[in-house]
């Protein structure tokens, strides 16, 4: 596929979602006003932006991949502006920036490539820490941390003179530090890693000491499960470290005993904290907890049901039913008013990202690049798979945004960063 | 170096697979359950703000419309234009209280097929009409406007069909409801306040209450006697002041409490036209317990009559039960004891006389019409079952005319035509008796005549209490609505 192409499928995207809005306007009694003008120039601003930007600094990176992103984000932008068209501008703003921010680093890299990276993994990872560790900051300072549904993940700067307050979820910066730094770090010990001196049964041990980076894996994730009492983004940040180990050692050594970790850690989370408790339970049978725990998972279930094959129509379900339905649950919310042809679409297009992605790092020449593109594919692919899972019940319910498709600034800037990185891998693995 | 990453591709891909067949069975295989569920908010909405067919009386009159809301475009209100006339029959769709009727019964057809299940695409994409359909009644405007009228205010009930066909012409009870304020934005409390009425103004008195029959069962004790060969209108009876019941002390009364006619003899027909209860229980301990059960069952006694609503068994001592009391036999004859029977299945009663003995199986649906008015379906009549002989039926149609001739049902004759009743006052214990009037028109009516069959019952005398009779009470609401079939 050539950069022509790219450049005409992203102003398809653009078409689409601006008619999705039209569509709502439509449905809501209104005509078509500006909201469908500017939304158009949003999307083909900022992807085409992109594009613009990856000919020039990234010409030779995969042209499939804005192409998908710029698809899934129109249809979530399309139920976000149906729920809550405040919300949606906002997110349209979002965008803009977090493009911005993605055309910003293929410029900053253009000379020097990824590889300038590794210099600053220290750096990065001493940042993405700091980051998580950012919404324990007390409430009384101007910079503080927030909880917001149970969860303490958000940060709020407090604008002086004003009322107004930023609010970013730093974790979501976080993910995509920490999987620079495990790419580089990776790269330099996976040799030694994968030396096999001993065995029991059929299970290869590793050197002990190179354990480290597992129970490391485990206690950092345990730490924001406590804190910040959010299961979502420490089962995420478990899984990039687990990944990235298998990724790069190939032992499943670690995956197995990644697992078992994770179930013991899930076993005493469930046994030690009320709130872990009710969600499993809400899990195993929500339509038991639909008054308390389970009533979010239940309402999800409606909406996509209701919705059945070809959904209710953009702006004519009760997707507003749903708690969440912007952020968490914008995949019900989908299901619901284009049915399953555009929850089908949903995933296939999630699915292609995720190939398109292992397929740059599997192309890629050093172990850097690999396990760089490796990673944040993983970091897209499993938050996507652990809400979804979580939407369609097959995991207990978590908070985690879905990748393009959900309302959030920091989910989006975070996401379009690691495309931003990911087409400058692309672009490298032809050097 | 990429065996790895090419595993965790495989795994990530076999993730998103399992996650494409949990949101197909979600959405395409447990869809209508979850959608139907009824915590599920939307099924309120789309149920009762979809747009439904209309449902017409045999004129077309409009009973139940769907209007755009105001508020909502793709939102539409029910109503009922004619507030509480139609409303155990047409019934209502409501938020609150669910549905019943027509609006109940025929809501496969009043909804649009337009939905997103795998048959309501399909057919969609087979070019299906996909619009709700259109519900026509066998009610008559006109006829039930001057039943609800002529029955006013008295607790009660009245029904007519056409005996040729069983298509109901007429169904009122009082007291009635309005099924508007079931829909309405006062729903609550409307509802609220129909549960706590004592008088039970949901309850359609027609099919979902059974009353003592009191003499109009009579036409019921004469058939049987007459198809047994017993009797015939000019068999003579005895005529005592009163008649004494074997094995008891208990005797049985002419309403007067005087003899028949002249304390001597009296025929069948005379003791018919003045309504003798001395004769008929006479005349049902001679047929017998058992016999006199058959018979009640061949008129439709302790049956389900099949209906587009449930209606009530009409009730008569099970053959095996009575055969060895005589007094309980007699009393049942009269259609006093346990004998209950429903307002309907006692105006199919007079259709089966005017109809040679055969009972036609009652109907509320003539057709249903798509939105461009084009007939899909058309109810057939047909035969339910055959209550008498067509000879006894002859008879009884006789005897019955001269009841409005010269009887107690002279204030059901209509100018012009031959009109056929039987009265009936139903003597219940501490109240004042039910008064009814049952009967048809006209008599001898060739094919195609237009013909009536209606059964009239006043709970507890109505507004003329402890003095009314089924001649004074009942048979004057029969008369005016006969008179307007007829155009008299």
Request: charged content about 15%; hydrophobic content about 45%.
């Given at each position: ?146 909880t917001v549904n149970g969860s303490r993940l958000w940060l ?276 | ?37 009824p915590r599920n908010q939307r099924v309120v909405a789309w ?442």
């Amino acid at each position: 596929m050539t950069r022509r192409a790219e450049a005409g499928l992203i102003v398809a995207a653009a078409l689409l979602v601006s008619i999705g809005v039209a569509i709502v306007e439509f449905t809501h009694g209104d005509w078509l006003d500006a909201q469908v003008a500017l939304t158009f120039l949003a999307f083909a601003g900022s992807f085409g932006g992109l594009h613009l930007a990856t000919s020039r600094w990234a010409p030779g990176a995969s042209s499939l991949v804005l192409p998908i992103a710029s698809f899934l984000t129109a249809v979530g932008f399309i139920e976000i502006y149906r729920l809550d068209s405040h919300l949606a501008s906002l997110q349209r703003w979002s965008l803009l920036i977090a493009s911005a921010t993605a055309a910003l680093i293929l410029w900053l890299i253009r000379d020097r490539g990824v590889a300038v990276l590794r210099k600053f993994r220290y750096v990065l990872l001493a940042v993405g820490i700091g980051m998580l560790l950012l919404p324990l900051l007390p409430d009384s300072w101007p910079i503080h941390g927030a909880t917001v549904n149970g969860s303490r993940l958000w940060l709020r700067i407090d604008i002086p003179g004003t009322l107004r307050v930023l609010s970013f979820q730093p974790g979501e910066i976080a993910k995509v530090l920490i999987t620079i730094f495990l790419a580089s770090y990776l790269a330099e010990r996976a040799e030694a890693m994968s030396v096999v001196r001993r065995k029991i049964g059929p299970f290869k041990l590793p050197e002990p000491r190179h354990l480290g980076p597992v129970i490391v894996a485990a206690g950092a994730a345990f730490v924001v499960l406590i804190y910040q009492r959010d299961l979502g983004a420490s089962l995420l940040l478990f899984g990039i470290f687990i990944g990235m180990l298998y990724v790069a050692t190939g032992r499943s050594f670690y995956v197995i005993s990644g697992g078992i970790l994770a179930v013991l850690a899930g076993f005493i989370a469930y046994s030690t904290f009320d709130h872990v408790q009710r969600r499993v339970e809400a899990w195993l049978d929500p339509f038991a907890h639909y008054q308390d725990a389970g009533y979010q998972t239940v309402q999800g279930l409606f909406a996509m049901g209701s919705g059945a094959l070809t959904g209710s129509g953009i702006g004519l379900g009760r997707p507003d039913l749903i708690p969440a339905a912007a952020t968490d649950f914008i995949f019900a919310a989908v299901a619901e008013e284009m049915g399953l042809a555009g929850s089908l679409a949903v995933l296939a297009g999630f699915a292609l990202l995720v190939a398109t992605g292992f397929g740059i790092a599997i192309r890629s020449r050093d172990r850097f690049r690999k396990y760089l593109a490796g990673g944040l594919t993983i970091v897209l692919g499993l938050q996507a798979l652990i809400i979804l899972g979580g939407v369609l019940r097959l995991l207990p319910i978590t908070g985690l945004t879905l990748p393009f498709m959900s309302y959030g600034g920091s989910s989006l800037l975070a996401n379009l960063a690691i495309l931003a990185l990911l087409l400058r891998v692309s672009h490298e693995e032809r050097l | 170096m990429n065996i790895p990453l090419r595993r965790a591709a495989y795994a990530m891909l076999t993730a998103f697979v399992v996650l494409i067949a949990s949101v197909t069975y979600i959405q395409a295989v447990k869809g209508p359950e979850l959608r139907d569920d009824p915590r599920n908010q939307r099924v309120v909405a789309w149920r009762t703000g979809r747009q439904r067919g209309p449902i017409l009386a045999a004129d077309g009159t409009t009973l139940a419309r769907s209007t755009p809301s105001a508020a909502d475009a793709k939102l539409y209100r029910r109503e009922y234009p004619e507030g509480d006339l139609y409303a155990h029959t047409v019934g209502y769709t409501s938020v609150l209280f669910g549905s019943r009727g027509i609006e109940n019964t025929r809501s496969e057809d009043l909804v649009s097929n337009r939905d997103s299940t795998i048959s309501g695409v399909l057919n969609g994409l087979l070019g299906g009409d996909t619009n709700p359909r259109g519900v026509r009644l066998t009610l008559d405007h006109t006829l039930q406007t001057i039943a609800a009228a002529a029955l006013g205010d008295q607790k009660g009930s009245v029904v007519a069909l056409d005996p040729t066909t069983g298509a109901i012409l007429t169904m009122v009870t009082y007291p009635r409801f309005d099924p508007n304020s079931l829909v309405g934005s006062d729903a609550s409390a409307a509802g609220a306040a129909l549960e706590a009425d004592a008088d039970e103004p949901w309850r359609d008195r027609s099919i979902d209450e059974t009353y003592p029959p009191g003499s109009i069962f009579k036409v019921i004790t004469a058939a049987s006697g007459l198809d047994q060969g017993l009797v015939s209108p000019s068999t003579e009876f005895d005529d005592p002041v009163a008649l004494e019941l074997p094995g008891s002390d208990s005797t049985i009364q002419n309403f007067d409490g005087e003899t028949c006619q002249n304390g001597t003899t009296v025929t069948l027909e005379f003791a018919f036209v003045k309504s003798c209860n001395t004769v008929f229980a006479q005349l049902g301990m001679d047929i017998g317990g058992d016999q006199l059960g058959f018979s009640s069952q061949a008129f439709g006694y302790n049956q389900t009559v099949p209906f587009e609503f449930n209606v009530l068994s009409s009730v008569f001592p099970p053959p095996g039960t009575i055969e060895d009391n005589p007094p309980a036999t007699a009393q049942n004859a009269i259609g006093q004891r346990d004998n209950r029977a429903t307002p309907l299945l006692m105006a199919m009663t007079a259709g089966a006389v005017a109809n040679n003995g055969t009972h036609m199986l009652p109907y509320l649906v003539s057709e249903i019409f798509t939105s461009d008015g084009i007939v899909e379906m058309e109810t057939d009549p047909s035969i339910w079952r055959r209550a008498m002989s067509p000879a006894s039926a002859s008879v009884l149609s006789d005897l019955m005319e001269q009841v409005v001739i010269s009887g107690t049902g002279r204030r059901a004759a209509v100018p012009g035509v031959r009109i056929a009743g039987k009265t009936g006052t139903a003597q219940v214990t501490g109240k004042a008796p039910h008064a009814w009037f049952i009967g048809f028109g006209p008599v001898e009516a060739s094919d195609d005549t237009p013909q009536i069959a209606i059964a009239v019952v006043v709970e507890s005398g109505g507004d003329f209490g402890e003095s009314a009779t089924g001649g004074s009470v009942a048979a004057p609401i029969a008369q005016e609505i006969l008179a307007a079939f007829f155009g008299a």
